[in-house]
T-cell receptor, first 112, second 115 residues
Framework: SQQGEEDPQALSIQEGENATMNCSYK?????LQWYRQNSGRGLVHLIL?????REKHSGRLRVTLDTSKKSSSLLITASRAADTASYFC????????????FGQGTRLTINP | SQTIHQWPATLVQPVGSPLSLECTVE??????LYWYRQAAGRGLQLLFY??????ISSEVPQNLSASRPQDRQFILSSKKLLLSDSGFYLC??????????????FGEGSWLTVV
């Protein structure tokens, strides 16, 4: 069964604006990860946040995690055309920690 | 550094024909290995994962099988392809966990079209 669900499914913004994507999940997790996929390519890991963390930063990326609401958000600040891609959240449950379950992804388009 | 190779990158196969996708990882030992499938414009579906040689866990009953004949080799196979097997197949690995939930590293994927 699908664990993570991203929202929105698609997002289109102007270059320079901030992009926010959300992820909700159903069961208790060990950690939550965000990945990026350029069209027709493999996925690239962006950031991992553990269940005991609430916020994490990496460059222009900011991830939050609210375990009480079973949700996470990915914020990309000062977006660039090169940020155009699909973004996926993936959860590692405590029971199945050796595998990640991915959501359906958010398709982000940055308009120049 | 670790690298993952997956091939072929693209293939078109007739219905009923066999399939073999191969994946190898370099620069690490005893990795966890994964096969995911992605339908067009959709998320990733975990098909198989392996934590060691000869050990395969199947996530979804289907027309496919996986094997791990060597520590860093993972093969996805089918004896008879169906139209519904078309999709983008991704091999991935993660380090043998000293703690749970390691990052997964993906290959570049294989596009399979069954006609």
């Amino acid at each position: 069964s699908q664990q993570g669900e991203e929202d929105p499914q698609a997002l289109s913004i102007q270059e320079g604006e901030n992009a926010t994507m959300n992820c909700s999940y159903k069961t208790s997790i060990n950690n939550l990860q965000w990945y990026r996929q350029n069209s027709g390519r493999g996925l690239v890991h962006l950031i991992l946040i553990r269940s005991n963390e609430r916020e994490k930063h990496s460059g222009r990326l900011r991830v939050t995690l609210d375990t009480s609401k079973k949700s996470s958000s990915l914020l990309i600040t000062a977006s660039r055309a090169a940020d155009t891609a699909s973004y996926f959240c993936a959860t590692a449950t405590i029971q199945g920690a050796q595998k990640l379950v991915f959501g359906q992804g958010t398709r982000l388009t940055i308009n120049p | 550094s670790q690298t993952i190779h997956q091939w072929p990158a693209t293939l078109v196969q007739p219905v009923g024909s066999p399939l073999s996708l191969e994946c190898t990882v370099e620069g690490t030992s005893n990795p966890n290995l994964y096969w995911y499938r992605q339908a067009a414009g959709r998320g990733l579906q975990l098909l198989f994962y392996s934590v060691g040689i000869g050990q395969i866990s199947s996530e979804v009953p289907q027309n496919l099988s996986a094997s791990r004949p060597q520590d860093r080799q993972f093969i996805l196979s089918s004896k008879k392809l169906l139209l519904s097997d078309s999709g983008f197949y991704l091999c991935a690995w993660s380090a043998w966990p000293r703690f749970s939930g390691n990052t997964i590293y993906f290959g570049e994927g294989s596009w399979l079209t069954v006609v």
